[in-house]
């Protein structure tokens, strides 16, 4: 996993050339390599925005609306889950539990910074202060 990070770091994503390379070096089947890349939503298999945002779709957050903050940032950003803006800056996936269901809907930016209680006014804040930092 630690090589993978280091990869994402580098090149901004896991291309399958990457993990072979990563296979060959540490010696394991490019299929183990391949199976980690995939099962984790850490890793990005292609290019993705300058902010990744995951959106928890999983049944608790789903329950507080985790479904509709996914479905009120396509309509928002203008692009479908997967998706990325035409711009560059936002990339939009869902996500399997995070690991705060107490404060859902949640939803994780660049894998490293949780947004808790994701109401349409808090993820047009989110946006909005993301999109205006890049103005600067």
């Known amino acids: 996993m ?3 990070t280091i990869v994402q770091q580098e090149q901004g994503f896991v291309s399958a050339e990457s993990e072979k390379a990563v296979a060959d070096y540490l010696g394991m089947a490019p299929i183990a390599v391949h199976e980690v890349t995939t099962f984790y939503n850490m890793y990005n298999q292609q290019p993705v ?23 009120y940032l396509e309509k928002k950003l203008g692009v ?35 947004c808790s209680f994701m109401s349409n006014d808090k993820l047009d804040q989110l946006i909005d202060g993301l999109t205006s930092a890049e103005a600067k």
């Open 80 to 114: 479908t889950m997967g998706g990325t803006t035409a711009d560059g800056l936002f990339t939009l996936q869902q996500s399997e539990c995070l690991g705060a269901c107490g404060d859902a809907p949640v939803l994780l930016v660049n894998d490293l910074n949780m």
């Open 49 to 71: 925005g300058k902010y990744k945002l995951n959106v928890c779709t999983n049944l608790p957050c789903q329950l507080r609306s985790g479904d509709k903050a996914l479905a």
């Open 2 to 4: 630690a090589c993978l």
